[in-house]
């Protein structure tokens, strides 16, 4: 039977224009391709789960506005169970994203995301039994994240933590995660290691599992990824694809993993697929949008190699 992911997280409006450069202090620059897209670290997750096909709830909140009405909707037609999305007096999420030469800058106000509180998931601890996962990122209150995964641990289901953005979080935290799923500069920051290399890759790897996470995925950009696998550490490389837009590429990848880990695949099953999520995903533009469905995924596997 498929196992099911509960997905604690922000919700987003992006605000997105491309430029060939960042402007400098004061100068106001022509951009192009202006969009308004559906974002926040959880609800691209949550997407990336539902269209590669998993069963997916999603706690959050948006606020009594249009976005939100309109983010709501968006997760509803992926089939993501928005029961436990409060709307709250808040403006939704945004965020205003300069995408230059591929790569993305964010400016995020949390708005209504700030509403999930330790209390409102006090109140849905049914949706821990219900769960088999529990992802979650840091654009929520840093309490509420502890609080959840405590709460993960005492119904025996698993954590998986994509920390980003990152900040300081509690210690204790750490102790309750699975897998913690950090992006190069993330793991420099929590551990004080910046994985330039093979040797402090591995380091950096030990370090977050020393903090107590029980396995750890590094991605590092161009460069693939470093996964514990058992004992050991792997690596993977990526696909090649022309980037266009990196928004959601950490998402998509850790919806694509989480979604095979469901199915029981292998680390290094897991991890490739979950790279073939991103690499569609980083091929075209915005967000949730960019995020391909498992038949996409499928196709894509039958053509290229990492
Ligand atoms: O990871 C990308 C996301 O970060 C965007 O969709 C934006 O909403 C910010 O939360």
């Not at 106001?28 to 069963?55: E, I, P, R, W």
């Not at 769960?131 to 509420?144: K, L, N, W």
């Not at 995964?149 to 300081?168: C, F, Q, S, W, Y």
Request: charged share 20%.
């Amino acid at each position: 039977m498929s196992k099911n992911v509960l997905v604690i997280g922000s919700i987003n409006v992006d605000y997105v224009i491309h430029t060939d450069r960042l402007p400098k202090l004061g100068e106001t620059l022509t951009g192009s391709d202006f969009a308004m897209n559906f974002g926040g670290k959880g609800a691209n997750q949550a997407v990336a789960l539902a269209k590669t096909g998993s069963n997916v709830k999603m706690l959050g909140a948006v606020g009594k506005d249009l976005s939100g009405e309109l983010a709501i909707n968006n997760l509803k037609s992926f089939g993501i169970d928005t029961t436990d999305v409060l709307t709250v007096d808040a403006p939704t999420g945004a965020a205003v994203i300069t995408v230059c030469g591929g790569d993305n800058h964010i400016i995020l106000d949390i708005g209504a995301n700030a509403y999930v509180t330790p209390e409102v998931i006090a109140q849905r601890e049914a949706l821990f039994d219900w769960a088999d996962y529990v992802v979650m990122q840091y654009e929520i209150p840093m309490e509420s994240v502890l609080f959840a995964a405590r709460m993960t641990k005492k119904h025996g289901k698993k954590v998986i933590l994509n920390p980003a953005p990152v900040k300081e979080a509690d210690p204790e935290l750490f102790r309750y995660v699975d897998m913690i799923i950090p992006n190069e500069f993330e793991a420099q920051l929590i551990t004080g290691i910046s994985p330039d290399d093979k040797e402090t890759t591995e380091a950096a790897i030990r370090a977050l599992q020393a903090l107590g996470c029980a396995e750890a995925v590094v991605t590092l950009g161009k460069r693939g990824c470093a996964y514990t696998e058992g004992e050991k550490i792997a690596y993977a490389g990526i696909y090649d694809v022309k980037v266009v837009d990196t928004t959601a590429a950490g998402d998509s990848f850790i919806g694509g993993l989480c979604k095979s880990l469901c199915d029981g695949l292998s680390m290094t099953d897991a991890v490739a697929y979950a790279s073939a999520v991103s690499s569609i995903t980083v091929s075209r533009p915005g967000a949730g949008v960019s995020i391909p469905t498992a038949d996409e995924v499928a196709e894509f596997l039958k053509n290229h190699t990492c």
